[in-house]
């Protein structure tokens, strides 16, 4: 193993993946090898397994699974962008109607002050 590192050149930036080539290249690959590298692999299904009914039900489960959270993940953020959108047309809305009761008052009170003026 420390052959196999000593032809690569070692980059301190990709040291670590020089090191799991090497150790998988020596040992050969397992699962229980790449979990003791700190990795979680989930190792490949055999043959047998692959043609369990139960195993097919499941892994099309699993997919139908994530196309389904894909397609929530996506209509959560169309809803955030409806609702972003939505504060946005109300902050118009209070504004305008903020300025018109300004518009209100202040016209009530020059209305008030030319009445008291001609009495």
């Known amino acids: ?19 799991n080539a090497a150790f998988k290249e020596v040992l050969g690959y397992k699962a229980g090898y790449a979990t003791g590298l700190g990795h979680s692999v989930i190792p490949e299904a055999s043959i047998a ?40 047309q109300f902050k118009d809305y209070q504004s305008t109607m903020n300025n018109r009761v300004a518009d209100l008052e202040c016209n009530q009170r020059e209305s008030h002050q030319e009445t008291n003026m001609d009495a």
């Open 1 to 19: 193993m420390l052959e196999r590192l000593d032809e690569t050149e070692v980059n301190t930036e990709n040291n670590n993946e020089k090191c």
């Open 49 to 88: 397994l692959r043609k369990n009914r139960d195993y097919v039900r499941i892994v099309e489960e699993n997919e139908r699974n994530k196309n389904e959270a894909h397609m929530y993940k996506s209509q959560l953020e169309v809803l955030r962008d409806e609702l972003h959108s939505f504060k946005n």
